[in-house]
C-alpha cells in the first residue's frame, strides 16, 4: 500500500516520467521528397538555308584573287547538280575559312557551271573543278587549269578523309598550289589527312557520288576507253538565316 505522501507526489512524478520518455524518443525523420524528373533539354534548332545571289550573271574563269564573300559565323552548303542527280555538300567555314571562301566565290560567278568530274577512281576519289573541262578538245590538259591564283593548304585543322564523302582541295606537290580543283573521297583516304585541306562533307546524294562514272583504272590510273565523264550543271550555294 502506497503512503498517503507517494499519493500526493504521484502526478507530479509521471509528469515528470512523461516528460523524459519525450525528451529521448528519436525525432521524428522529415519524409524525404520524391525526386522531380529533370526536363529534357531541348533539341538544337535546325538552321534553315537560304540560297545566295550569284555575284556575276554569266560565267567567270579568271581572277586576281578571291574576294571575301563568306562569313566563318555562318554554315554554308553546296548543291552540286551533276548528270547523275544532286551532292549536297556542308562547308566547314571555321576549320577551313579560306578553301571554303575560295569554294564560294568561284561557285557564285558560275566558275564550275559545265565542268566535268573529269578524274574519279574506284575505291579512291571523284576529282573535279577544272575549267578547262568544259571543252572536250582540251582533254589532254583537263587536271592542269585553275582560276588564276593560287593559295595555301589549310592542313592544320584536324579534320581527316576517314570517310566517303569527304570534300577536299586538290593541289600539286607545294602546299601553295590549291586553285580551284577539288575533290570528294569515294572510300576512307586516311593517308591523305594532314597534307590536303578538307573542307566539306556530303550529306546528300551520297548513292549520286558513288554513281560518278569511273574515268580511269584503281591500278595504275589507266583511262577506261570510252568513259565519259559525268558534268556539273551548275552549283548553288545556300547559307544559314
Known amino acids: 500500500m502506497s503512503s498517503p505522501a507517494f499519493r500526493r507526489a504521484a502526478p507530479t512524478l509521471l509528469a515528470s516520467l512523461s516528460l523524459g520518455l519525450m525528451a529521448c524518443a528519436p525525432a521524428t525523420q522529415p519524409q524525404a521528397s520524391a525526386p522531380q ?14 540560297p545566295v545571289q550569284p555575284l556575276s550573271a554569266t560565267r567567270v574563269t579568271t581572277f586576281p584573287s578571291a574576294a571575301q564573300v563568306t562569313d566563318p559565323a555562318r554554315t554554308y552548303r553546296a548543291v552540286l547538280n551533276t548528270t547523275k542527280g544532286p551532292i549536297t555538300l556542308e562547308l566547314y567555314a571555321k576549320q577551313a575559312p579560306v578553301a571554303v571562301n575560295n569554294f564560294v566565290f568561284l561557285a557564285l560567278n558560275g566558275f564550275y557551271d559545265g565542268t566535268r568530274f573529269h578524274r574519279v577512281i574506284e575505291g579512291f576519289m571523284a576529282q573535279g573543278g577544272d575549267p578547262q573541262s568544259t571543252d572536250p578538245a582540251l582533254r589532254a590538259r583537263w587536271g592542269t587549269g585553275g582560276p588564276g591564283y593560287n593559295f595555301r593548304a589549310e592542313v592544320g585543322n584536324g579534320l581527316r578523309f576517314d570517310r566517303a564523302g569527304v ?70 550555294i545556300l547559307v544559314s538565316r
Not at 524528373?37 to 534553315?48: E, V, Y
Request: cysteine-free.
Open 37 to 50: 524528373p529533370t526536363a529534357p533539354a531541348p533539341a538544337p534548332a535546325t538552321p534553315t538555308f537560304v
Open 167 to 236: 570534300l577536299g582541295m586538290a593541289r600539286a606537290a607545294s602546299l601553295d598550289s590549291q586553285g580551284s580543283q577539288f575533290f570528294i573521297t569515294l572510300a576512307p583516304a586516311d593517308f591523305l589527312s594532314g597534307g590536303y585541306t578538307v573542307f566539306g562533307q556530303v550529306v546528300s546524294g551520297l548513292d549520286t557520288l558513288q554513281r560518278l562514272t569511273r574515268t580511269a583504272t584503281p591500278n595504275g590510273e589507266v583511262p577506261i576507253p570510252g568513259a565519259q565523264p559525268d558534268l556539273i550543271q551548275s552549283v548553288q
